[in-house]
T-cell receptor, first 112, second 116 residues
C-alpha cells in the first residue's frame, strides 16, 4: 500500500549544485504533479504531467525540469540550485487532473 | 495567478469546541477540496465537493460548497487532540479560466492548535 513515494526525505545542497527529486506512484495514475510549499504559503504547482511522455509547466516552473518516461515515475530536476529553492517539495498523483490528488510525504530541501 | 483567501490563519481552541474555517475567492471554482497536513507529512484529503450547495460530512467534519461557487467552509465538531494540524482548502477552476495548469489552487492554510 505504498501510494506516492518520494525520495530523498531530506537534502542539503550548495548553490549551483544539481539534483533530482524522485517520485513514484503504484496506483497506475495518469496525472502527476510537483508542488512546492513555503512558510505561510499554500502549495504552488511547479510542473505537471497528464501521462507518459507529456509534461507541462505550472505556476512556478523556473529553475526546474521534469520528464515522464513511465507512468509510475515523475522526477523533478534542479539544474543549478539557488537559495530561493529552499522549500518542501510534494509530488501528487491522480487518475486525471479532475480527480482527487494523493500526495507523497515530501522532500525537505535546503540550498545553502 | 488565482488566489484563495483562507481564514482564519490560525486557531487556538479548547478540546471539545467546534471549529469553523472558510475559503473565499473572486473566481468561480467547480470543485472544492479540503486537506489536512500533519508535521512532516504530505496533505491528506478530507472531503471533496463537486456541486454548488453540496454539503458533505466525514465523521466529525462537515464541508459545504458555496452557492456562488466562490467559497467553501469546513466545520469540525467536538474537536479532539488529533485534529491538530494545518487545514488547506483547494479549488479547481473551470477549464477555460486560465492560470495554473490543472486549475488546482491552494489556500495558505489554517493552523489548528488544541489546548487540552
Amino acid at each position: 500500500n505504498a501510494g506516492v513515494t518520494q525520495t530523498p526525505k531530506f537534502q542539503v545542497l550548495k548553490t549551483g549544485q544539481s539534483m533530482t527529486l524522485q517520485c513514484a506512484q503504484d496506483m497506475n495514475h495518469e496525472y502527476m504533479s510537483w508542488y512546492r510549499q513555503d512558510p505561510g504559503m499554500g502549495l504552488r504547482l511547479i510542473h505537471y504531467s497528464v501521462g507518459a511522455g507529456i509534461t507541462d509547466q505550472g505556476e512556478v516552473p523556473n529553475g526546474y525540469n521534469v520528464s515522464r518516461s513511465t507512468t509510475e515515475d515523475f522526477p523533478l530536476r534542479l539544474l543549478s540550485a539557488a537559495p530561493s529553492q529552499t522549500s518542501v517539495y510534494f509530488c501528487a498523483s491522480g487518475q486525471s487532473a479532475k480527480n482527487i490528488q494523493y500526495f507523497g510525504a515530501g522532500t525537505r530541501l535546503s540550498v545553502l | 495567478g488565482q488566489q484563495l483567501n483562507q481564514s482564519p490563519q490560525s486557531m487556538f481552541i479548547q478540546e471539545g469546541e467546534d471549529v469553523s474555517m472558510n475559503c473565499t475567492s473572486s473566481s468561480i471554482f467547480n470543485t472544492w477540496l479540503w486537506y489536512k497536513q500533519e508535521p512532516g507529512e504530505g496533505p491528506v484529503l478530507l472531503i471533496a465537493l463537486y456541486k454548488a450547495g453540496e454539503l458533505t460530512s466525514n465523521g466529525r467534519l462537515t464541508a459545504q460548497f458555496g452557492i456562488t461557487r466562490k467559497d467553501s467552509f469546513l466545520n469540525i465538531s467536538a474537536s479532539i487532540p488529533s485534529d491538530v494540524g494545518i487545514y488547506f482548502c483547494a479549488g479547481r477552476r473551470l477549464p477555460d479560466s486560465g492560470g495554473g495548469a490543472d486549475g488546482l489552487t491552494f489556500g495558505k492554510g489554517t493552523h489548528l492548535i488544541i489546548q487540552p
